[in-house]
């Protein structure tokens, strides 16, 4: 018997390959063209890109549940909705990331160098994110679709390699961006290693990687507990970590701080949606047969998270770091959509991670724009006043803080509400109360920040607001406008979703 | 359109114009101000005259679907108790911006802001009371929190940052408790006959007590902060001393009432056995509520404190009315919710203007302002006297009707209560005696007398003190149907005079 090639369902993947197609084209043209055409023709092929997966994402979306690459990938409804989220905030990640001035001019050079500060003059600004970034939402966008335990590995480095690298290209206070980076790169490494361990036990398990091997050996095949509960356990360490939870979750404000923040918004916005899609479907495809071996573990982890992120946010006095731990508490909400484990949490979930995914982005967009004459300002003692000075800016910005404390009429309460009454649902109103009483945590930062921007007067060294240019201006509007609608009219977004939201098993 | 939504839209149609006129006049700000909510009060008399008292159950009712996926409706409808606040509303609005003509300026936003928040807040309060969906009603109570938080932060005096945050952070802790008394009993809904927020619906629920009880707490501990009631109100007297006197009329008269509305609309009507395990301590903690607020208000020397403390006494009055469960007694607390705000009202803007002449709001620096300024004194005095419940005022019927319904089913409740009548007395006697009697202090000498803008704002809250107090029939009638159907819900009927005295 010979070689065979696998079959490739290139039809149902082409979001996906468009993806890691421009990518390596972005190398290409990285390597040959010369630096003064470089910025907008990588800026160009990386939003033509995006919007040529994302059509091909829309064309899919009616058609059947198919599994792709000989049986690796699974395209089904969830899939297809997250890598739409994935691909929209990428969009708004890219708008902001053209700021290219938030980038060191040249990653190798050595911080405070002659050899930095010429490259900087010269104008030879090396543009390596676009293709980084497009690898990476390559991996964001495979994550949640892999079905078997060795691609989703896969899909985890795809996606996390670049995002190790985009951490320290931070232009201003690099060798903070740098110790960032390699924090996120030595605890991922961690994680990743956990993650293979249990992937490992539950081969062991299991006897085979597919997600519905594995499904079908939880319900009543003779596999060993003990693997499982070590694989499940270790596993579930490698997924946490991405997603930021407790007690896994010290790497979040250094690396949201360090990085430069358009990479911030990108990662704390889309890798949620990869990190979330894959582990909603791990629980909900595979390990929803030993529910109870893992529900009060992760009813724990939720509650930590929400507290956790809630309590230590009131400590922060930097606007990065605080969002920061704001989406660790984040994360804590949305792991009880996971732990609801049914068709409402499922929903919840989707709606949950667009809406925070859109609202993330547009902070931290604004945060991009706040400035002195050294680069951002992140000391929130320095925003103090800031109405004042820029009403608009200021009223925007309370609005995604509004939607982070969940306030009515924004999306953040929608998503809220969902995903509490999913939680409530599945029976778990420990998680619900502890949610509400964290949110009443979460609220005092978030009116702080409020009050601080609206109420005190502006000190003496003051910052300045920059004028936003039209492509951050463009994502900050499209997010302010996609909060309030959402929070809104978020009816027939619901019902979008109710059209996507059932894995298939 | 149907009678609310119009109520509730014009005023913000007054904000989307407000807010094309130039900042620079200020006057016609006012003005434009002025006239949407006079239109608005119109619309609510016309409401009130339109509706029927001889029926029970919601009228004007309009409803459309909102995110059916989750059974949410855009669902308006009023009955008697929330025609009447509803009515209170929209009448204290022009005659808060009528008396505060100079409020919104030294503020730290614009003057046009402060309208815009004040018809923003407008809006909301005709929502609040008349939503009949569960989640709408909730939308309205949480947002309704960011305009008066501006209110009190932006446009206050003294500590306003720390009390708008206090109030804020108060409000959003007991909303937040709410919500997942909220998400519980949709959850629930969704059990047993689908998922809908329509609160007529909701109350047919089966719900068993242990869920009920949770439920209950819930929500009463977020109205227990609103109304508020000891021991949670002490975020209040620091928001009534911050905010303008303007913004203290709306926020004791109509936004606290949001509390007490809640607890009959949604406590009482929505868990009737869980309402009545809880009532010997809601019972108790109003009784104290009552003498606590009355001898905390005796001893301030802040005039706008002072009106604070009195305020935590009449809404432990409320509260008693409502958790009695009789007729009598709930009618008599509806009723009490709109004398304490027409009542309150006129005290405030009262001491507002006395503040504003004389640049203090401490009760010494005033002194024989009866000689000096007598028509704001004699105002002053009547509506005190109001809010001391004199026979023959409108405070008097209500607090009357509470103490007799209460007394039919919790004597000893009521007797204690009834010494919150003496406290009263001392708590409005002194300062009149201190502030308006007695040799006109040095400095108060040439204060100037109420003039005709302030003339026009208070006399119609007077006019309405006196006529309600010689002919509440006209609001009884409005209220009574209500009440009783609230008391019939709860599997209550009111006892026989006969035995009252029999516990």
Partial sequence: MGFQSPALEYGALAPMLIIFGVAIIGVIVEAFLSAKVRAPIQLAISLGAVVLSLSQVWRLRGSATTTAAVNSVVIDGPVLFMQGTILILSLFAFLLIADIDAFAAQASAVPGSNEEARALESGKIQTEVYPLTLFAIGGMMLFPAANDLITLFVALEVLSLPLYLMAGLSRRRRLLSQEAALKYFLLGAYSSAFFLFGAAFLYGFAGDVSLAGIRSAVSGGPGNDVFLIIGMVSLSVGLLFKVGAAPFHSWTPDVYQGAPTPITAFMAAATKVAAFGAMLRIFYVSLGGAVYSWKPIFTAIAILTMVVGSVIAIAQRDIKRMLAYSSIAHAGFLLTGVIALNQEGLKASLFYLASYGIATIGAFALVTLVRDSSGEVGDLNRWVGLAKRSPAIALIFSLFLLSFAGIPLTAGFIGKFTIFTAAYESGNIAVVVAGVLSSAIAAFFYIRVIVMIFFSDPAEDTVTVTIPSLYTNLTIWIAAIATLALGIFPAPFLDLIATFATFTR | ?503
């Fill in chain 2, 1 to 503: 359109m149907n009678l609310l939504t119009s109520m509730g839209l014009l005023p913000l149609i007054g904000v989307g114009l407000i807010a094309l006129l130039p900042a620079t006049n200020a006057k016609l700000v006012k003005q434009s101000a002025l006239l949407v909510s006079v239109l608005v009060a119109f619309l609510g008399i016309t409401m009130t005259i339109g509706f029927d008292r001889g029926v029970t159950g919601f009228q004007y009712v309009e409803r459309y679907s909102w995110i059916p996926s989750l059974g949410i409706s855009y669902q308006l409808g009023v009955d008697g108790i929330s025609l009447i606040l509803i009515l209170l509303s929209v009448l204290l609005v022009p005659i808060v911006i009528l008396a505060g003509w100079n409020e919104s300026e030294g503020g730290r936003f614009s003057v046009k802001t402060f309208y815009i928040l004040i018809l923003v807040l407008e809006t909301m309060m005709i929502g609040v009371f008349a939503a009949t969906d569960l989640f709408l009603f909730y939308v309205f109570f949480e947002a309704m929190l960011v305009p008066v938080y501006f209110l009190i932060g932006g446009y206050g005096s003294g500590a306003r940052q720390a009390a708008a945050v206090k109030f804020l952070l108060y409000s959003l802790f007991g909303g937040l408790l709410m919500l997942a008394s909220i998400i519980g009993i949709f959850v629930i809904s969704g059990n047993q006959i689908g998922r809908t927020f329509d609160i007529t619906a909701l109350s047919t629920l089966e719900i068993d007590a242990t869920t009920q009880n949770f439920l209950f707490l819930g929500f009463f501990i977020a109205f227990a902060i609103k109304a508020p009631l000891w021991p949670l109100h002490t975020w209040l007297p620091d928001a009534a001393k911050s905010a303008t006197p303007g913004t203290s009329v709306l926020l004791l008269g109509v936004l606290d009432k949001v509390g007490t509305f809640g607890m009959i609309r949604y406590c009482v009507e929505l868990f009737p056995e869980a309402s009545r395990t809880f009532t010997p301590l809601i019972i108790t903690q109003a009784v104290i509520s009552i003498i606590y607020g009355a001898f905390l208000a005796i001893g301030q020397k802040d005039i706008k404190s002072l009106i604070a403390f009195t305020s935590i006494s009449h809404f432990g009055f409320i509260t008693l009315g409502i958790f009695a469960m009789t007729s009598q007694s709930n009618s008599g607390a509806t009723l009490y919710m709109f004398n304490h705000g027409i009542s309150t009202a006129a005290l405030f803007l009262i001491a507002g203007w006395m503040i504003s002449r004389r640049g203090s709001s401490t009760i010494a620096d005033f002194g024989g302002l009866q000689r000096v300024t007598p028509i704001l004194a004699w105002s002053f005095f009547i509506a005190g006297l109001s809010s001391l419940a004199l026979p023959g005022l409108s405070s008097f019927v209500s607090e009357f009707l509470v103490l007799v319904g209460t007394y039919t089913r919790y004597p000893l409740a009521a007797v204690i209560a009834t010494f919150g009548i003496i406290l009263a007395a001392l708590y409005i006697l002194i300062p009149v005696q201190k502030a308006l009697h007695g040799p006109t202090t040095a400095g108060n000498e040439n204060l100037p007398d109420l003039n005709r803008r302030e003339i026009a704002a208070i006399a119609p809250v007077i006019a309405l003190i006196v006529a309600l107090g010689f002919y509440p029939k006209p609001a009884l009638e409005i209220i009574n149907p209500a009440a009783q159907v609230t008391i019939t819900k709860v599997g209550y009927s009111d006892p026989q005079p006969l035995v009252g005295g029999d516990k």
